[in-house]
């Protein structure tokens, strides 16, 4: 079936509402718009969808002007009445698709992304060339990045296997630059390593590596998470404690996780029951509101300039990236992190591995870095440390 | 919206107890005989409805006339219908159609809500919604759709691992939603809630346990509105899906979770009573026969079988047998007569005397299992990964195997039986096996 459609047709649609209709299509999202929590609103909501499904493509615009809201309830009843519309224009021999309104919103960043992805969605009836066209223009865009990224990556591979290499490793750059999520990222790295060029995962997505850890304190039980430890009040790097089977002193590591993560079984000890700290000193190059994102196992508190920022009372839970995000104040110049990493009993089954680790990270809501550098430890700690071992 | 008494699918306690005694008498004899593990044969009865996870009486067992006894990818399909996205969600029939859940991989906001026709499996109607708040779901064997919709034969109930729940009446007019994760937060679940849905009078309860707060919920079946909600704070996350079972003249609303099992009086959400000894992770659904209900907890954990009735923790008291071996971790078990028949997660079959919780025979299967078993009154249908079903004769103290059938796609959705015709959600089809 071949589908016209008309780039005058959303003007068209201004002019096909009389005032009366659009008084009662406006009353009809005004009832939509109030159902909420409860199922509140759901008899009124279900008597204005049938108001709304009496007219047709014509409120497309209204439609897509109350999907875009917040309130996810009344996104969905409006979703209910534009699906049926939309199924009954797309049955017809010549549908009306406005696909210029569609273009505009699509490529308009303010509205919700699920709304715009709809609106392609819808596009891609009329226009699916322009998805082709359009989508590896939109590597910043907060809804369709990583497809963007996506399609960047397959060019730069069809350019590799080509023989292309120069090609490949702007195209893999301009992926690794772009990308937010992490399989994207380290696919983009690998590949480029491949290449023979270094890229710097750590750097690029703002993940703390260095640390000076101290542990394991006696925590029987699950009681470390509410127990407090001496760097809860000071941290003092020149100190030393009693630890659960012998005097404990901070110590310097540097993870070789790409991603990150430190491993305290590994670098503090295999034990349970237990607590432990790492605290290191960042540069952020102003004062800025950021995201941490971090996840530990087992439960774990972060701390940053001496204030609590994020806690979390779960046992078990695994340590996996980016699982927990608060938002955090960094001050320009240094700031101090302090995190305290549980780790519980053994499980019930000894097969069972006793993780003890975490991973933990200062990004902006993208996920990009935001500039922050480790001022302590610094690496010729890290090495001084190393060779003393 | 206008709403019809409980069809007869749906056990109703309440109801019973409030008619004269004689009458009343009659209903719990009724009641207790469909749920004390199908005492008359299921092939004498006429085929129910599947209306919900694990079937009419949530236990995996079909009444009425079972489908063929083979089949492959061209042999007694009655025809097979691509489904969008991904689920493992079990389709459940009422009268001429089918209703069946999806939630796209790529982007798992997005729900679908897919009525066929059970004459030729084509769309009658589709639906499809925004998800509240995703939760990370496992690669192949779970999505957004996990949990299974339920069907009072007026609405549909449809509950998704966003933390969304819709009720649509049969024709797809959406009547009422509720969004749980902006209302009580986020479910964390890492491989996406799977938790049914199932319906008692006039309420719609959840187990919702994960990460996070967990909690149960009744909701008011024909405005959404919630009933009563009970915190959950000592559980943490799980799977399993709630059931009722019969105790004395009332019901218990049972809900297995991580290293225990709870017991709540379910017209308030009361907890009753609780039973330690559960696996952290749990994800079977337990069944309930012969005045027990038959609770397991993976991976490698214990089969319970339990007296309900108790007061406060009656794990000293009311554990009737518990066996340590065979217990699988992602399918649900099944009680067909006098036998209790597990499948783990790795192919070994078990079946155990229910009555004395002793082995009767174990037997490695083929492949891997997601799915659980399902069963009519003749036979027990074991489903892999691969979509090979390996058809054994039910009620035997041996194994007895009658026939081996493959669909040749991926299947990690639990398959349907009503009136003789076998409904397998594969990885990408919808199948209707019928002669």
Redesign the interface.
């Known amino acids: 079936m071949a589908i016209r459609y008309s780039i005058v047709a959303t003007c068209l649609l201004c002019l096909a509402l009389p005032a009366r209709g659009a008084d009662t299509i406006r009353q009809a999202f005004q009832v939509i718009g109030q159902a909420g929590?409860?199922?509140r609103g759901?008899?009124a909501a279900?008597q204005a969808?049938e108001q709304l499904l009496q007219h047709g493509i014509e409120i497309l615009p209204r439609l897509f002007e109350h999907m875009d809201t917040d309130n996810?309830?009344s996104?969905?009843?409006c979703?209910?009445v534009y699906?049926q519309i939309i199924t009954r224009e797309l049955a017809k021999p010549t549908p009306q698709i406005p696909a210029t309104f569609l273009r505009t919103y699509i490529l308009d960043s303010k509205h919700r992304g699920?709304t715009r992805?709809l609106a392609w969605d819808l596009l891609d009836h009329v226009e699916p060339q322009f998805r082709q066209q359009r989508l590896p223009q939109l590597l910043d865009d907060r809804e369709f990045r990583e497809e963007a990224v996506q399609r960047v990556l397959e060019q730069a591979d069809e350019a590799r296997q080509d023989g292309r290499e120069a090609d490949a490793v702007k195209q893999y750059q301009i992926a690794f630059q772009h990308a937010r999520q992490s399989s994207q990222i380290t696919r983009a790295a690998d590949r480029l390593a491949g290449l023979k060029v270094d890229v710097n995962i750590i750097e690029q997505m703002g993940f703390l590596n260095r640390w000076y850890l101290l542990g394991p304190f006696d925590a029987p039980e699950f009681s470390g998470f509410t127990r407090q430890f001496p760097p809860e009040t000071k941290v003092d790097l020149a100190a030393t404690y009693p630890g659960q089977d012998a005097t404990i002193g901070w110590k310097t590591h540097q993870t070789p996780d790409r991603l990150g993560q430190t491993n305290l079984v590994q670098a503090i000890a295999p034990t349970r029951e237990a607590v432990g700290y790492a605290y290191a000193e960042v540069h952020s190059p102003v004062d800025q509101e950021v995201q941490l994102r971090c996840g530990g196992d087992d439960n774990m508190t972060v701390w940053v300039n001496d204030r609590q920022v994020f806690a979390r009372n779960?046992w078990?839970?695994?340590t996996?990236l980016d699982r927990f995000s608060a938002p955090c104040s960094l001050q320009a110049g240094t700031n101090r992190i302090l995190i305290k990493i549980c780790q519980g009993p053994q499980?019930k089954?000894p097969a069972v591995p006793n993780n003890w680790s975490f991973q933990i990270r200062f990004c902006d809501a993208t996920g990009l870095n935001v500039g922050l550098k480790i001022l302590k430890p610094t690496a010729a700690e890290i090495a001084a440390e190393k060779q003393r071992k | 919206m206008r709403h019809a008494s409980v069809p007869p699918s749906v056990t109703n306690h309440a109801a019973i107890s409030s008619q004269p005694p004689l009458l009343r008498l009659i209903g719990l004899l009724l009641i207790h005989g469909c749920l004390g593990n199908q005492l008359m044969s299921s092939s004498s009865m006429a085929a129910e409805p599947w209306t919900q996870w694990r079937g009419p009486q949530r236990n995996g067992i079909a009444s009425g006339p079972s489908p063929p006894l083979t089949w492959s990818a061209n042999k007694n399909v009655r025809w097979k219908t691509a489904l969008p996205g991904s689920g493992i969600s079990s389709p459940i029939t009422w009268k001429d159609r089918i209703f069946v859940t999806a939630a796209e991989r790529e982007h798992p906001d997005q729900l679908h809500l897919i009525c066929l026709s059970r004459k030729d499996g084509s769309i009658l109607w589709q639906r499809r919604f925004w998800g509240t708040a995703p939760t990370r779901f496992h690669a192949t064997k779970s999505s957004m759709a996990s949990p299974t919709p339920v069907t009072d034969g007026q609405f549909i109930y449809a509950y998704y691992g966003t933390g969304d729940v819709f009720c649509l009446d049969l024709d797809g007019r959406l009547q009422w939603q509720r969004s749980l994760a902006t209302e009580y937060g986020r479910f964390e679940n890492r491989f996406s809630a799977t938790s049914s849905p199932l319906l008692l009078a006039n309420l719609l309860i959840l187990q919702c346990d994960h990460y996070g707060p967990s909690y149960a919920i009744a909701l008011d079946k024909q405005t959404g509105r919630t009933r009563w909600k009970t915190p959950r704070p000592a559980t943490w996350l799980s799977w399993s899906s709630p059931r009722l079972v019969p105790s004395g003249d009332t019901q218990e609303l049972i809900l297995c979770s991580s290293l225990k099992i709870d017991a709540l009086n379910p017209m308030t959400g009361k907890l009753l009573w609780t039973i330690d000894g559960m696996r952290r992770e749990c994800i079977p659904t337990p069944v309930f026969g012969h005045g027990l209900i038959y609770a397991v907890s993976g991976p490698k954990g214990p089969t319970l079988a339990i007296r309900p009735g108790g007061r406060g923790n009656v794990t000293g008291s009311h554990v009737q047998w518990e066996n340590q071996r065979g217990a699988p971790y992602v399918p649900s078990a099944i009680l067909v007569g006098d036998y209790y028949y597990l499948i783990d997660d790795q192919g070994i079959s078990t079946c155990l005397d229910a009555h004395t919780g002793k082995r009767s025979w174990q037997k490695r299967l083929t492949g891997a299992y997601t799915a659980s078993p399902i069963a009519t009154d003749q036979f027990i249908y074991f489903t892999n990964e691969d979509g090979l079903t390996i058809v054994l004769a039910a009620h035997q103290d041996r194994y007895v195997e009658k026939a081996r059938n493959r669909i040749d796609e991926s299947v990690y959705a639990s398959s349907v039986i009503d009136a003789g015709q076998l409904f397998i959600r594969s990885s990408r089809h919808l199948w209707c096996i019928a002669h």
């Open positions: 929590s409860e199922g759901s008899a279900s969808v996810l309830v996104a969905n009843w979703r209910y699906q699920r992805r779960q078990l839970n695994g996996r499980h089954n």
